[in-house]
C-alpha cells in the first residue's frame, strides 16, 4: 500500500499484469480492502482521540468514513471519471472496449489512500499544537496538508487512467491540479483553515 506514496507507478504495473493474466484490471484479492479497513479503523480511533469522542461518537464517525468519505464519495467520483473516460477519452480503434467501472473504483480506492493517511493521521500530530491555533502559520500548515493530500488523490487517479492502453489524451485528468492550487492559494490569503473548518464540521455536524 505504501508504494502508493514512493511509487505509484509501480502499483498500475501491477493492474496490467493482472489484465495479462486473469483478462480483468480490477482487482479479485480483497487484502487491500482488509489493509485499508484497518488504516481507516485506526485513523478514527487517532480522531476519537484528538476530538475527545465517546464511543458512540465514535462509532457514527467511523460510519460516516467510510460509507461517506470513502465509499459514497468515491462512487460518484469514479462514476464520473468512468463515464468521461468511455466517452471522450478512449481511442477510436478501441471503441469495442472500454473501461471497467470495478476498476475506476479501484483508481479511487488507491487514490483515497494516500489522502486518508495525509489528512486522518499525520495532520492530528500537528492538530491542536499548531493547526487549531489562530496564526498564519497554522492556516500555512493545515492548507497545505490538503494540498498535498488532492495533489496525491488527482496524480495517482490520472495514473490509474493513463496505465490503460484504450484511452488516450489522459493529461486532461491532471487540469483539477490547477484548481486544487489555486484554491490554496485564495484560502490562503483568505485567511482560511480548511483542516478547522472540516474538524469542526466532523465535531459539530457528524457526531
Known amino acids: 500500500m505504501f508504494s502508493l506514496f514512493i511509487s505509484p507507478q509501480k502499483v498500475y504495473r501491477n493492474f496490467q499484469y493482472r489484465k495479462q493474466t486473469k483478462n480483468q484490471f480490477a482487482r479479485d484479492d480483497p487484502a487491500f480492502l482488509v489493509l485499508l479497513s484497518f488504516w481507516l479503523i485506526v485513523s478514527s480511533i487517532g480522531f476519537a482521540i484528538v476530538l475527545k469522542l465517546q464511543f458512540l461518537s465514535f462509532l457514527k464517525f467511523l460510519l460516516w468514513v467510510i460509507f461517506i468519505d470513502c465509499i459514497a464519495v468515491g462512487i460518484l467520483i469514479c462514476t464520473c471519471l468512468w463515464l468521461l473516460s468511455n466517452r471522450y477519452l478512449r481511442r477510436p480503434v478501441c471503441k469495442d472496449q472500454d473501461v471497467e467501472w470495478a476498476y475506476a473504483f479501484d483508481v479511487h480506492l488507491n487514490a483515497f489512500?494516500?489522502?486518508?493517511?495525509?489528512?486522518?493521521?499525520?495532520?492530528?500530530?500537528?492538530?491542536?499544537?499548531?493547526i487549531s491555533?489562530?496564526?498564519?502559520?497554522?492556516?500555512?500548515?493545515?492548507?497545505?496538508?490538503?494540498?498535498?493530500?488532492?495533489?496525491?488523490?488527482?496524480?495517482?487517479?490520472?495514473?490509474?487512467?493513463?496505465?490503460?492502453p484504450i484511452l488516450e489524451n489522459t493529461q486532461v485528468l491532471l487540469y483539477p491540479l490547477l484548481v486544487v492550487v489555486l484554491l490554496y492559494i485564495v484560502f490562503l490569503v483568505a485567511g482560511c483553515n480548511i483542516c478547522l473548518y472540516v474538524m469542526n464540521f466532523y465535531e459539530y455536524r457528524v457526531v
Do not use: E, K
Request: glycine share 6%.
Open 113 to 130: 489512500f494516500p489522502l486518508l493517511i495525509i489528512l486522518h493521521i499525520f495532520q492530528l500530530f500537528f492538530y491542536h499544537i499548531l
Open 133 to 164: 491555533q489562530d496564526w498564519f502559520i497554522s492556516r500555512f500548515v493545515g492548507n497545505t496538508f490538503w494540498l498535498i493530500a488532492l495533489g496525491y488523490y488527482v496524480y495517482i487517479t490520472f495514473l490509474g487512467y493513463s496505465a490503460l
